[in-house]
């Protein structure tokens, strides 16, 4: 079966512009998360969500981030304005109904200039 | 919450040699406990894990036992390859919560 795919896998963009990272999940995952990985560091998540319903966002910076997930399948992350520290790499993983392993995705590189 | 430490790196060793690589976990009820790998330019990619205690994961020569007496899941292969080069991550979840990964130790083996 196809992976998680994510597009684009590279993006440069200068402060203050905004950006988005596009995520389909491996089909018939209902559970889609977002995660930031900053260089040397493990991921963290940003986003967690159950089908279309965002059920853990605790961590999302929600004054420049924003994410939907409006038919329960495919995602999309959002940065706007960008900043200079939100250089990192950007990765989408799912997970199918009560199983507990996450699949990723190659994840987007965003380098903010 | 739970929480992952793991031994930090980078650990350089010689093609055939021995490999350890530390991680102890924090974590209420029973959580399962994974091992993901990520070559250069690419996303994690599971590699083993382990759904309860006494288990061994095992997956390309590499192996894991769930240890919930030490709260430890120490990455073994008993001879690196080249290929093996890469970032590990310990990672520790349960169904209902998120993951949550350890820093992450990089390998390097010398030819």
């Known amino acids: 079966e196809a992976g998680v795919v994510q597009s684009p896998r590279y993006k440069i963009i200068e402060k203050k512009q905004p950006v988005a990272f596009w995520c389909n999940p491996i089909?018939?995952?209902?559970?889609l998360y977002w995660y930031l990985q900053n260089l040397g560091q493990g991921p963290e998540l940003l986003i967690r969500y159950e089908n279309e319903e965002a059920v853990d966002d605790s961590q999302l910076p929600k004054d420049r981030f924003s994410a939907e997930r409006l038919k329960g399948v495919d995602s999309t992350l959002k940065i706007q304005p960008a900043e200079l520290g939100d250089s990192a790499v950007y990765l989408c993983?799912?997970?199918?109904?009560?199983?507990?392993?996450?699949?990723f995705g190659p994840g987007t590189r965003l380098t903010v200039l | 919450g739970n929480s992952v430490t793991q031994m930090e790196g980078p650990v350089t060793l010689s093609e055939e040699a021995f490999l350890t690589i530390n991680c102890t976990y924090t974590?209420?009820?029973?959580?399962?406990l994974f091992w993901y790998v990520q070559y250069p330019g690419e996303g994690l990619q599971l590699l083993l894990k382990?759904?309860?205690?006494?288990d061994k994961g095992s997956n390309k020569g590499f192996e894991a036992t769930y240890r919930k007496e030490t709260t430890s899941f120490h990455l073994e292969k008993g001879s690196v390859q080249v290929s093996d080069s890469a970032v590990y991550f310990c990672?520790?979840?349960?169904?209902?919560?998120?993951?949550?990964f350890g820093k992450g130790t990089r390998l390097h083996i010398l030819p």
């Open positions: 382990a759904t309860k205690a006494d």
């Open positions: 089909s018939g995952h209902n559970t």
């Open positions: 990672a520790v979840a349960r169904r209902d919560d998120k993951i949550i």
């Open positions: 993983a799912s997970l199918r109904g009560s199983t507990d392993t996450q699949y």
């Open positions: 974590a209420t009820g029973y959580p399962s």
